[in-house]
């Protein structure tokens, strides 16, 4: 956020004069053309790093051009190491704030026309380079009259026309998604569309975002290690947002944070507390923290950008995560799940074996530890067991949560890859359970914590605990054997989906045989129909192939 850009860089979905049909068929073009690059160099085998390197810069620059809605998807996935390979990280990370900017006479015209002045009449001194640009805005640097140094922050023109645009043209598909793909429908898509959009929508109102800053500073008053700008509502409107000037480091430049000596650890810490604090305590919480919103000072203290995607945390779901995250701390297996199964996350089944199986195995495992992917050998089995049964599920006002963490994560382990998520919220917890605390909800903080304390310093003998397990499990019926190979049933699945395929595959062969014989009879009516169910069967064939290959991938890495 705090480097400059090069010269400025046209966006077609700024100039463009779109309808929804042709939106839409830019967008499903974009679709079909990745996911059919993925499929041939699947089929060629071709996964060299210099492939995916370069699907990687077709797909930044697809997602550049498609607008903001698409370059927010991207952002997300950019700190997402563990789920995506490197070389799409690498070009990911470029929209965090290397999207180009508009030109400076766009910025002027704007901060002239809402503000209802000249530039030079409002501000001492006025950047005309931009500090930096984002897919919503971009940032100006400025000095008032009274000498204080800010930031002035100008929104896209033409943002709220493609929001609208999008906004039509991804419900369309969700409804496809849904109507033609039975799996998408536990997955309430809809309801996480709605969100999304509703953020997004709040994202481009610069008066919301002013509002959420003050509240978020607040919420940190007399926390010294946090920094939050100022906001001068003197020079704000909708669309143009006036902040202090906090310089600093890119929360996620090792190498920048080394050369200034700053403490990584310390850092990670300060992170995830205050994410715990915002989630826990104040229950409102920043659901966006991507690297470019975040950013540290030279004396070490987080500085918070960006308060446009802020979503508050309802009392209900906030007393479920206190009570998962204290049983977390306390490997409390039966409480972890069953507070998973109240709120949503995973759908109950008359057998939770396999599920509570994991859980205890995460909480046994990777509790004080790194997470070691190849240690998922040992219950590759329940694994299995657990994606077929599909018990888990994410309910929409659980979505911004779990984005939330997952990408303060990626954050954390670019600092770190041997960081740990419960080590390092260690000093959050002693805090709350030395301090006082008022309020039903700080106090019940409070005595969770000092549970968790009082239970590391006074641990049952392990032969007492083992035996009561046990039998707690043959009481609820959970110690059974299962004799049956899942192995063998893996193998099943593929042959039965390799049979459909090739169904699919004779059909649509038979199908365009017949239609090419009748294009040359007086029957051309009959063909056009063949051809149309050709067409039909080779979208089953397709989706079939599809599903054999992730199969496929997934038995191999239960196998690995």
């Not at 003197?234 to 430049?253: N, R």
């Not at 018990?391 to 997952?406: G, V």
């Not at 409070?446 to 083992?466: E, L, P, R």
């Not at 190979?485 to 699945?493: D, F, G, M, N, T």
Request: glycine residues 4%; contains cysteine.
């Amino acid at each position: 956020m705090l480097t400059k850009r090069g010269s400025s860089k046209s966006l077609r979905w700024q100039h463009s004069r779109y309808s929804a049909l042709g939106r839409q068929w830019e967008v499903s073009l974009f679709t079909f053309q990745f996911l059919l690059f993925l499929l041939w160099d699947k089929l060629l085998k071709n996964n060299s790093i210099k492939q995916r390197q370069k699907r990687a810069r077709w797909l930044v620059r697809n997602l550049l051009q498609l607008g903001p809605t698409f370059i927010k998807i991207g952002q997300s996935l950019s700190t997402r190491a563990d789920l995506i390979p490197l070389e799409y990280i690498q070009e990911l990370s470029q929209l965090q704030d290397n999207v180009p900017p508009f030109s400076t006479e766009e910025a002027v015209i704007m901060i002239e026309k809402e503000l209802g002045q000249p530039v030079y009449d409002l501000f001492d001194s006025f950047e005309t380079e931009p500090l930096a640009s984002a897919s919503l805005g971009q940032v100006h640097r400025a000095k008032l009259y009274s000498g204080k140094e800010v930031v002035v922050k100008v929104q896209r023109p033409g943002l709220e026309k493609i929001f609208n645009l999008d906004f039509e043209v991804v419900h369309r598909l969700i409804r496809i998604l849904t109507r033609f793909f039975v799996s998408f429908k536990k997955y309430n898509l809809e309801a996480i569309y709605e969100e999304f959009f509703e953020l997004l929508f709040q994202e481009i109102d610069y008066i919301h975002e002013g509002k959420n800053a003050e509240r978020f500073r607040d919420n940190f008053r007399g926390y010294s290690q946090i920094k939050v700008p100022k906001i001068y509502w003197k020079y704000s409107t909708k669309k143009i947002l006036t902040l202090e000037y906090l310089p600093g480091i890119k929360v996620d430049d090792r190498a920048a944070l080394e050369a200034n000596n700053v403490n990584l650890d310390r850092i990670i810490q300060l992170g995830i507390c205050s994410y715990l604090k915002q989630l826990l305590i104040d229950g409102f919480f920043q659901s966006d923290p991507h690297p470019g919103n975040m950013a540290v000072s030279q004396r070490g203290e987080l500085i918070f950008y960006d308060f446009g995607t802020m979503a508050e945390v309802k009392t209900f779901a906030k007393d479920q995560m206190i009570e998962v995250f204290f049983a977390v701390l306390k490997k409390d297996t039966d409480k972890v799940v069953n507070n998973l199964v109240y709120m949503g996350l995973i759908e109950p089944l008359n057998d939770m074996t396999p599920v509570k199986r994991i859980v205890s195995f995460l909480l046994d495992n990777f509790r004080d530890k790194p997470v070691d992917v190849r240690a998922f050998e040992q219950i590759s089995d329940e694994v299995y067991v657990m994606f077929k049964n599909q018990p888990f599920r994410l309910p929409p006002q659980m979505t911004f949560i779990l984005k939330s963490l997952t990408t303060l994560d990626g954050i954390a382990r670019a600092l770190d890859p041997q960081y740990n998520l419960l080590a390092a919220s260690q000093p959050f917890v002693k805090n709350l359970a030395l301090s006082g605390g008022r309020g039903s909800l700080v106090t019940a903080i409070v005595k969770q914590a000092k549970g968790v304390i009082k239970d590391t310093f006074s641990q049952t003998n392990t032969s007492q605990v083992f035996l009561r397990g046990l039998e707690e499990r043959i009481d609820r019926g959970e110690l059974q054997f299962r004799i049956r190979s899942l192995e063998s049933e893996r193998a099943l699945k593929r042959i039965n989906l390799g049979i459909k395929s090739l169904i699919y595959a004779c059909l649509t062969g038979f199908i365009l045989l017949s239609a090419s014989i009748l294009m040359t009879t007086i029957y051309i009516k009959f063909a056009l129909i063949c051809f149309g169910f050709a067409g039909l069967f080779s979208l089953f064939l397709f989706k079939s192939l599809l599903s054999l290959i992730l199969q496929e991938k997934v038995d191999r890495l239960l196998e690995k």
